[in-house]
T-cell receptor, first 116, second 117 residues
Framework: AQKVTQAQTEISVVEKEDVTLDCVYE???????LFWYKQPPSGELVFLIR??????QNEISGRYSWNFQKSTSSFNFTITASQVVDSAVYFC?????????????FGAGTILRVKS | GAVVSQHPSRVICKSGTSVKIECRSL??????MFWYRQFPKKSLMLMAT?????????EQGVEKDKFLINHASLTLSTLTVTSAHPEDSSFYIC?????????????FGQGTRLTVV
């Protein structure tokens, strides 16, 4: 069965610290997509990244970086030099391919609190 | 990315009334729309998947008579919470998929915070 585990319920850091959010997934599919979303207090989901299962290259976007390790079924997200504006809930998600559309299976989310 | 608009963003209704939430894809044709529900401090749980012109597919445990979903056009899906009760209070969020994004990702609306009093 498809499953996404975000073992860290809540993380608190002080501004400028680096922080890594863990994501472990389970799937029987050989082709799949992994996502990270940010959900600020306002509620909307902000898309951060999509990663194809065939592309194991790590990616960096500004202060954000992602480490995709197929061997350990992990897709971890690191924020470098965290800022107060990074405080939010972060969700990792996995695509479940269905006949009628590709739905997302979400992890439980990690609450990140960045203190000044 | 593509734009999905959800309306209203917040709604307060009296117990026993019905509430309709709209989800529109503004710049692409959404062949599939998804409706999620999120309880406070919890993850997003898929309620149902709707394909344009056909009946929605509901996840196990979701009451189809309670949560009516209509996907009458390629740009609009609606979720109607019928005879709402306080336990229906939640954050509802839609996502849409289709066109050039068919096999890659779905785009999310802004969400609707429903409070039933």
């Amino acid at each position: 069965a498809q499953k996404v585990t975000q073992a860290q319920t809540e993380i608190s850091v002080v501004e400028k610290e680096d922080v890594t959010l863990d994501c472990v997934y389970e799937t029987r599919d050989t082709t799949y997509y992994l996502f990270w979303y940010k959900q600020p207090p306002s509620g909307e989901l902000v898309f951060l990244i999509r990663r194809n299962s065939f592309d194991e290259q790590n990616e960096i976007s500004g202060r954000y970086s992602w480490n995709f390790q197929k061997s350990t079924s992990s897709f971890n997200f690191t924020i470098t030099a965290s800022q107060v504006v990074d405080s939010a809930v972060y969700f990792c998600a996995l695509t479940l391919f269905m006949e009628y559309g590709n739905k997302l299976v979400f992890g439980a989310g990690t609450i990140l609190r960045v203190k000044s | 990315g593509a734009v999905v608009s959800q309306h209203p963003s917040r709604v307060i209704c009296k117990s026993g009334t019905s509430v309709k939430i709209e989800c529109r894809s503004l710049d692409f044709q959404a062949t599939t729309m998804f409706w999620y529900r999120q309880f406070p401090k919890k993850s997003l749980m898929l309620m149902a998947t709707s394909n344009e012109g056909s009946k929605a597919t509901y996840e196990q445990g979701v009451e189809k008579d309670k949560f009516l979903i209509n996907h009458a056009s390629l740009t609009l899906s609606t979720l109607t919470v019928t005879s709402a009760h306080p336990e229906d209070s939640s954050f509802y969020i839609c996502s849409a998929q289709g066109g050039a994004h068919l096999n890659t990702e779905a785009f999310f609306g802004q969400g609707t915070r429903l409070t039933v009093v």
